[in-house]
């Protein structure tokens, strides 16, 4: 009797600079996912077989792997790099292809970095779109049609998929084998993998970058003077005096150039130095939140909840080093 069930090509991207970690991990989900589709003799669930895809010398996108003849695959993933992402120009030989291959029904997804393929191909226009948290600011100026969402690991289009950090392929392939295979397909690679399931917050990992190259001098020395006293003043007349400008003026220009108003930034460094506090320290949360500035530790919890997505004893339990060693 012969195995009728469908085969389903995934095509993985390569071009200068692909972590070489994503398109390899990323070929061990699946093919583990597929040794666990066989040994739960799931026989309607697809088998998933991957496919690499690169430049010819003629600049056109071929499979890197002749015996497979895949010609255009159900979903193609364009993975993470380590070094710069690749710039308009760069990109440019591989936009044809993603286009067409979007428009023909293939499921495009990028990885960290991997997301401005797409955003230089069009297909996350008037969409919301993840990726790395220290690229967010970048990606969100480069291409203001995209509404940039680094709080989410995953965002799932249907048709196109964003993942965010680094290491945001794991997360991916999981996504994708739920999808092909189903959750409790997904589920068994993640435990044989000794992985947790996807994730679909990274709002925890992100730290604040500050914005000190935007051309402001007077900005930025006011954006010193509030590291200088770790975001902690008391009211916004101090800051505006310091920055020998009006309050209403200042409130402007803050704003237009780091993109938060004083209170909100202030607030960033703060909850930025509590970070470090529950990492490193064992301290307690209320002494914690004293020392950050807030009298009060339940406003406090609610604030660090807010901002990272976890409550502040969990923050430590993930993150702290002080008893760990």
Known sequence: MTNTAPRIQVGILLYPGAQRAAIYGLADIFTVANQLRREHSTASAPEIYVSQWQLDTQAQLTCADASAAAHCPAILIVPPCLGDHLDAQSAQPFIPALKSWHSAGTLITSVCAGVYMLAEAGLLDGRSATTHWSLASDLASRYPAIAVNVDKMIIDHGDVITAGGLMAWTDLGLTLVERLLGPSLAAATARFLVLDPARHSQQCFKRFVPNLSHGDEVIVKAQHWLHTHAGQ??????????????????????????????????????????????????????????????RDTGAFRRLFSKVTGLAPAHYRSRFGVAHKG
């Open 233 to 294: 003043i008391e009211r916004i007349s101090q800051l505006a005096a310091y920055a020998n400008l009006g309050e209403r003026t200042l409130l402007r220009r803050f704003r237009h150039a780091t993109g938060l108003t004083p209170t909100e930034y202030c607030q960033a460094l703060r909850i930025g130095k509590a970070c470090e506090l529950l990492e490193l320290t064992s301290r307690t949360i209320e002494n914690i939140a004293w020392t950050v500035g807030y």
